[in-house]
């Protein structure tokens, strides 16, 4: 059986091992899109917009592209500029409930299907020290709201509602669902 072919609109490695731990084969075209939000741009349109106008930025019969943030109240908070950035956002998420959405884009077929996914997080209340080891780490760096739930951070996580894959940066089962409805095979179903 002959593995669908997709191309991700993403450098991500974390969407990119999620697919392929599926079976998808990808072509891997990072899109250059401006991720800055617009002034007054709800956080739900927001990732929707940039993870749409990364799947139109990139050539392919079926382009996959996705694009995560952190929400705190309407706050977006993105992925760190620096260090201290890191250290201010897990001092605002430190015992706090907050969104985590997912815009989902699948440009195939001829149309473009799309899909916002959200889920609920609460840290632990983070004392300085555990702030100060995390962001030494260095995993904090590229991760919208300067945290990884799949990595050390998961110590940190005392609730999740909804999708565990949308918090890591792609929400599975919409996923699969856009890429279906755009008439990619999916890896069991064959070509």
Known sequence: MTSPHLTLASASPRRRELLEQLGFVLRIRPAQTDESPLPGEPPRDY???????????????????????????????????????????????SGVRHQVLTGVCVRGGGAERTAVVAAEVQLDPLSDAQIDWYVATGEPLDKAGAYAIQGLAGAFVRELRGSVSNVVGLPLAETLELLRSAGVPLPWEGR
């Not at 706050?75 to 001092?91: Q, S």
Request: cysteine-free.
């Open 47 to 93: 990732v929707l917009r940039v993870a749409s106008e990364k799947a139109r930025a990139v050539a392919g019969d079926a382009v996959l592209a996705a694009d995560t943030a952190v929400v705190l109240g309407s706050t977006i908070l993105g992925k760190p500029r620096d260090a201290a950035d890191a250290r201010r956002m897990l001092r605002a998420l």
